[in-house]
């Protein structure tokens, strides 16, 4: 965690200065001592000119070192003296967590999010596994990936917030929480399979009744798409069968999905039946035109039914999408070796061999065709 986060962070560093003690001082009533010969920060508004006296005095803003403290921490976690730092903290105020929680959910409430955040950072840096401080950041982050615009940003806010909530499901295993809001980035990544597994597990708590409401309306929202990726892994593991009953008890209300129409197509081409295949990827090329690899697949399912020159007219149009693709220059390669243009056929392969050496498919064309590499 932090990492991407204080990359983003590193230019607030100049609005934190240091000041160096005249000598140790000690805090009224205590035996921990401010070191002269370790720097403090301070927010820049916060900055105090000289500390001359032995003690604490009303002349010293405790407060702003606090604040000071508590920025570069947020800021920076891997600041040299961090462990200092945060030893002051906890010597001033064993409940220091709890109040720093407090100051980053209330700023974030009041248009000052990244403030929030920072503080909530910083939180972390003295426990890690502070439940309030990891479930507030994560929520601050989220809302930050909403208000973003660059996709970016977007991303690396997502990332920490599912690390930061990860974190609570590891250390907390019996609360909900983490189960409620990781459901939710599943889902919007299109992992439902996961999404459905990680709801089912808050569901099995003991949660509120709101929250239990807003899982089981999820649930229904991704039914079909927790049914299409079950039947979707069946295909790829070669369970055709089971994969088309799945997908085809979709079709009456998915009719117009793309990626239904292509894994029913999948499956068909895998089992053979390639008339029935094709009906499917022309189907999704209506649906979705000039997508290289749907064109990929009528060009096979056309080859394989001996529809050359179709084959050849899609799988160039394929090509146009997706110059580089080695497998759709070798399937080309092999429609114009069966049109018997051999020349072309041979360039196309050398080409589909020299981007990808290691394909089988390749490959074995290579040798059977006694082409030269």
């Known amino acids: 965690m932090f990492r991407e986060i204080e990359v983003q962070l590193k230019d607030r560093l100049s609005e934190i200065v240091f000041i160096e003690l005249a000598k140790d001082i000690k805090f009224n009533n205590s035996d921990f001592v401010l070191k002269k010969d370790i720097p403090l920060p301070l927010k820049m ?80 840096i003295i426990d890690d596994i502070s439940l309030d401080a990891l479930y507030n950041y994560s929520r601050i982050l989220e809302n930050l990936a909403l208000k973003e615009t660059d996709e970016e940003k977007v991303n690396m806010y997502l990332k920490e917030a599912y690390e930061s909530l990860k974190k609570i499901q590891v250390n907390y295993p019996d609360n909900y929480i983490s189960y409620f809001h990781l459901g939710f980035h599943y889902a919007n990544e299109g992992f439902n399979q996961k999404a459905k597994e990680t709801w089912d597990r808050a569901l099995s708590m003991n949660i509120p009744d709101d929250i239990r409401d807003e899982i089981l309306k999820n649930l229904l929202k991704i039914e079909n798409k927790v049914r299409f990726e079950k039947g979707r892994t069946f295909i ?5 069968q089971e994969g088309l009953e799945l997908l085809h008890s979709l079709e009456t209300e998915e009719s117009d999905w793309v990626d239904l129409n292509f894994y029913l197509g999948l499956a068909y081409r895998y089992e053979g039946t390639f008339d029935r295949a094709l009906n499917y990827f022309n189907k999704c090329d209506k649906l979705s035109q000039n997508n290289d690899n749907i064109l990929n697949e009528i060009g096979i399912c056309s080859m394989m039914i001996g529809d050359y020159e179709k084959a050849k007219n899609v799988l160039e149009r394929s090509l146009q999408i997706k110059k580089d693709n080695p497998e759709i220059l070798c399937n080309l390669g092999l429609v114009y070796y069966q049109l018997q243009e051999d020349e072309k056929a041979e360039k196309l392969l050398k080409a589909a061999y020299k981007l990808d050496p290691e394909d089988e498919i390749v490959v074995s064309w290579i040798q059977k065709l006694g082409i030269e590499v």
Do not use: W
Not at 49 to 71: A, C, H, L, P, R
Not at 236 to 240: D, H, N, P, T, V
């Open 45 to 124: 508004d916060k900055i105090v000119n000289q500390v001359k006296t032995e003690k604490v005095s009303d002349d010293f803003d405790v407060k702003g070192m606090i604040e000071g403290i508590v920025y570069l921490l947020g800021v920076d976690s891997e600041f040299v003296h961090k462990d200092y730092y945060v030893d002051i903290l906890k010597n001033i105020n064993p409940t220091i967590v709890n109040d720093i929680v407090k100051s980053g959910i209330y700023k974030a409430s009041n248009n000052r999010i990244i403030e929030g955040m920072i503080d909530l950072k910083a939180a972390l």
């Open 236 to 240: 790829l593991e070669g369970r055709i």
